[in-house]
């Protein structure tokens, strides 16, 4: 799986968007973006996924670079509870490929 | 759904004894897996089933943990003897599919073993 780099700590305001950034310059062309977060104490949640095209659910949008190296997250406005650890995952999405790899990720701290 | 459980939530244990770690995958999801996390290490892939198989068991650390999936809706992970560094937050997650889905992620089991 190709490797990501991610901020160690951001900080946001609430009711602002928080925009959260992943470089994945080694990412091949069968590979996917997964984004999940871990608030604290409690098991990581799926957020999003995408392979090229920018993806938008309840919870987040995911916009992807047309080389495809890079990533940004988007929680279009924050809330205290959306303080947690984000991780970006570089993973291929076909039979057999199961593992996920969780690097350090972006520690999000929200503000009133 | 009530989503993937994980039991017991928390387990304090002596060096030494036995400890075994439950987990209720949700239902219709046919891949199962078991982490690990600690300060030092980050989130850890221990092993993981599909179909009540274990695939791939390279993350399990030593011989004296042990994972069984018996049946689609119950996996054990359990450590004999265990030792404080041990110590640790395990968490089961379930996925539907053999290809990369989105994993579901339980409570997690904080273990202490002292």
């Known amino acids: 799986d190709a490797k990501t780099t991610q901020p160690p700590s951001m900080d946001c305001a609430e009711g602002r968007a928080a925009n959260l950034p992943c470089n994945h310059s080694?990412?091949?062309?069968?590979?996917?973006v997964y984004w999940y977060r871990q608030i604290h104490s409690q098991g990581p949640q799926y957020i999003i996924h995408?392979?090229?095209n920018n993806e938008t659910n309840e919870m987040a949008s995911l916009i992807i670079t047309e080389d495809r190296k890079s990533s940004t997250l988007i929680l279009p406005h924050a809330t205290l509870r959306d303080t947690a650890v984000y991780y970006c995952?570089?993973?291929?999405?076909?039979?057999?490929?199961?593992?996920?790899?969780f690097g350090q990720g972006t520690r999000l701290t929200i503000n009133p | 759904d009530a989503g993937v459980i994980q039991s017991p939530r928390h387990e304090v244990t002596e060096m030494g004894q036995e400890v075994t770690l439950r987990c209720k995958p949700i239902?219709?999801?046919?891949?199962l897996f078991w982490y690990r996390q600690t300060m030092m290490r980050g989130l850890e892939l221990l092993i993981y089933?599909?179909?009540?198989?274990?695939?791939?068991d390279s993350g399990m650390p030593e011989d004296r943990f042990s994972a069984k999936m018996p049946n689609a809706s119950f996996s054990t992970l359990k450590i004999q003897p265990s030792e404080p560094r041990d110590s640790a937050v395990y968490f089961c997650?379930?996925?539907f599919g053999t290809g990369g889905y989105e994993q579901y992620f339980g409570p997690g089991t904080r273990l202490t073993v002292t």
């Open positions: 997650a379930s996925s």
């Open positions: 080694t990412i091949s062309g069968n590979e996917y």
């Open positions: 995408g392979l090229k």
């Open positions: 995952i570089v993973r291929f999405r076909l039979q057999g490929a199961q593992k996920l790899v």
């Open positions: 239902s219709g999801h046919n891949s």
């Open positions: 089933f599909n179909n009540n198989v274990p695939i791939d």
